[in-house]
């Protein structure tokens, strides 16, 4: 199985930006999908976005599409997140997840492996 470990959350202004990183190990990060997802408080976690595990198909949610970059870079193990235009309403923490299945998806529930999420603020 895989561990992922969350790194890059902190307090930001309106505008600016921040680069999430999920680093993996155990297994390969490029044998799975991996998405990032995101929880506000009193809010349901939420898809952000997703690359899939063998082309590299990147997805996003709409509310993100145009901000915000997904990555993966295979020698390091690690999957980042570059978030641009930070918005206050980005405010969550945001977790990476992994899923051993085929099939793309933005269903969390669906997603076998979480970190333990780090912690994105952002002020207006």
């Known amino acids: 199985q895989v561990q992922l470990v969350e790194s890059g959350g902190g307090l930001v202004q309106a505008g600016g930006s921040l680069r999430l990183s999920c680093a993996a190990s155990?297994?390969?990060?490029?044998?799975?999908?991996t998405g990032w997802f995101r929880q506000a408080p009193g809010k349901e976690r939420e898809f952000v976005s997703v690359?899939?595990?063998?082309?590299?198909?990147?997805y996003y949610a709409d509310s993100v599409k145009g901000r915000f970059t997904i990555s993966r870079d295979n020698a390091k193990n690690t999957v980042y997140l570059q978030m641009n235009s930070l918005k206050p309403e980005d405010t969550a923490v945001y977790y990476c997840a992994a899923d051993v299945g085929v099939i793309v998806t933005t269903a969390p529930d669906q997603y076998d492996y979480w970190g333990q999420g780090t912690q994105v603020t952002v002020s207006s």
């Open positions: 155990g297994r390969t990060v490029s044998s799975y999908t």
């Open positions: 690359i899939s595990r063998s082309r590299g198909t990147t």
